[in-house]
């Protein structure tokens, strides 16, 4: 295909559409390369479709179809974003790449914000950031938060205080196990909330391989059916947690109920709820004391 004569943008987006489909892929990841390689939004693309690409770009262009079609290289790692709550992340091999129920659990988070009566300044911890977009988004649709985020990976870390500076967020970061740098500093807080590793170690064999090949398996997995990271997170959070507080989870579909009575355990006059996202399965907990 390298050796192809010029083609317009319409015949590339054909062309590559095609392949895609072939290789048993979403043909739209066409576009989604084509405008990052000709850095054009999605109405100048339109309006330049009987326009020649040139000769560089098609190259780049047609290698990165290529490597998507047949390694299933996620498309975010080929463009290096990702956008979450209509913004633009940093993304890469370090970090779980951003998925639209995170947003939903944001959402929830920010609605509590508004309507419980949380003592002033409001602080937020973030439990394996990764790429920070819980809490940058956090902090920069409400500003008076106070918004630290941990995260066990230094990789990870690195994308996440690169998104928060290059966004203009004020966040403080720290390394360390779930909570452990908050328990060590005996840091309090009023909302704890996480997007943890979920998936059973037994799953794996059933997921694409654009996310077992590509997604950090410190972001995915946990053991005890999926379910250590939580036990672990609200364990610790009794030493960190004030009340009114907030827990909030997001959680694989299957494990809501489980998810629940481990918070009801730890809190018994907790009131928690499994909330479902948009595709109707159960993606959240929110828990308040």
Excluded: C
Aim: glycine share 4%; net charge negative; proline share 6%.
């Amino acid at each position: 295909m390298s050796k192809m004569k010029t083609m317009q943008i319409h015949e590339a987006l054909s062309w590559a559409s095609l392949f895609l489909q072939e290789h048993n892929r979403e043909p739209k990841v066409a576009e989604i390369l084509l405008l990052h390689h000709l850095s054009m939004t999605k109405v100048q693309l339109l309006s330049s479709l009987r326009e020649p690409i040139p000769a560089e770009k098609q190259e780049a262009f047609i290698q990165a179809i290529h490597i998507h079609a047949e390694t299933g290289v996620p498309v975010q790692h080929l463009t290096g974003t990702e956008t979450f709550y209509g913004r633009s992340f940093r993304v890469n091999q370090h970090v779980l790449i951003p998925r639209p129920e995170t947003e939903e659990l944001v959402e929830g988070v920010l609605a509590y914000v508004d309507s419980i009566h949380f003592p002033k300044p409001t602080r937020v911890l973030d439990i394996g950031t990764g790429s920070g977009i819980i809490a940058i988004t956090l902090k920069l649709e409400r500003p008076d938060l106070q918004v630290y985020a941990s995260d066990i990976s230094e990789q990870a870390l690195a994308v996440a205080a690169d998104n928060a500076q290059q966004l203009g967020a004020d966040i403080s970061f720290e390394q360390g196990d779930f909570l452990e740098p908050f328990l060590n500093k005996q840091t309090e807080a009023q909302i704890i909330v996480s997007n943890p590793p979920y998936i059973p170690y037994e799953e794996e064999p059933t997921l694409s391989d654009t996310v077992k090949n590509f997604d950090p398996e410190l972001a995915l997995f946990a053991e005890d059916d999926g379910l250590a990271a939580y036990k672990k997170m609200v364990q610790q959070s009794e030493k960190i947690l004030q009340s009114p507080g907030l827990l909030a989870f997001e959680i694989g579909y299957q494990q809501g109920e489980a998810v629940r009575a481990l918070i009801h355990n730890t809190y018994p006059e907790s009131k928690a709820h499994v909330r479902k996202d948009i595709n109707k399965k159960d993606r959240m907990v929110f828990a308040t004391l």
